[in-house]
């Protein structure tokens, strides 16, 4: 039972370049999630899905888009990356109506933007 | 949106010594979770507790759903438990709002 996976770990873009960070759980978890993470902010919301082919925007979701097209799967794409997108970035998943066990997280990709 | 505030922001304990870490919340919610990022940035999930009170070796955690607070125990601190704690919940809309982290520094 691997989790939640994001890959890469870490990205250096140059600004104006596209990427897409992958995210992927094996738990069946109807909801899932990207959060971007920066120095005194906490986590902010980028975008969510509540389940395969339903996404939404969250708090900060400017530059970013995403897709639902299995259950398993949640990327998070950068058309045209700039250096205020330089932060480090969680994807997590959940149940949607059982949430006994809470969410869990990624280990994290770390991007910079130069 | 939930607001959500932790306090203090900043935390530094003798190991040993034991501390308690609050976080307010303004609205009803459906889930409350506490969660330790530790030096390596990986966040671990310490405690699911919409309400109630839990216990897991020398952390406990309480919810008070009602007045909108919950507080986190560290006991006999050690300098692995260093990190920053984070209070995150989640209201009727299945968002998770997080608190913007409490940095606990246990010295030796």
């Known amino acids: 039972n691997a989790g939640v996976t994001q890959t890469p770990k870490f990205q250096v873009l140059k600004t104006g370049q596209s990427m897409t960070l992958q995210c992927a759980q094996d738990?069946?978890?109807?909801?899932m999630s990207w959060y971007r993470q920066d120095p005194g902010m906490g986590l902010r919301l980028i975008h969510y899905?509540?389940?395969?082919?339903?996404?939404d925007q969250g708090e900060v979701p400017n530059g970013y888009n995403v897709s639902r097209s299995t259950t398993e799967d949640f990327p998070l794409r950068l058309l045209s990356a700039a250096p205020s997108q330089t932060s480090v970035y969680f994807c997590?998943?959940?149940?949607?109506?059982?949430?006994?066990?809470?969410?869990?997280f990624g280990s994290g990709t770390r991007l910079t933007v130069v | 949106g939930i607001q959500v505030e932790q306090s203090p922001p900043d935390l530094i304990l003798q190991e040993g010594a034991n501390s308690t870490l609050r976080c307010n919340f303004s609205?009803?919610?459906?889930?409350l979770q506490w969660f330790h990022q530790n030096p390596w940035g990986q966040l671990i999930n310490l405690f699911y507790?919409?309400?109630g009170t839990k216990q897991n070796g020398r952390l406990s955690a309480t919810t008070v759903a009602t007045e909108r607070y919950s507080l986190l125990y560290i006991s006999s601190s050690q300098t692995t438990d260093s990190g920053v704690y984070f209070c995150?919940?989640?209201?009727?809309?299945?968002?998770?709002?997080f608190g913007k982290g409490i940095t606990l520094s246990v010295r030796p």
């Open positions: 997590a998943s959940s149940y949607t109506h059982n949430k006994k066990y809470g969410y869990t």
């Open positions: 738990m069946n978890h109807e909801y």
């Open positions: 899905s509540v389940g395969a082919g339903i996404t």
């Open positions: 609205d009803s919610v459906n889930n």
């Open positions: 507790i919409p309400s």
């Open positions: 995150a919940v989640t209201g009727a809309n299945s968002k998770l709002t």
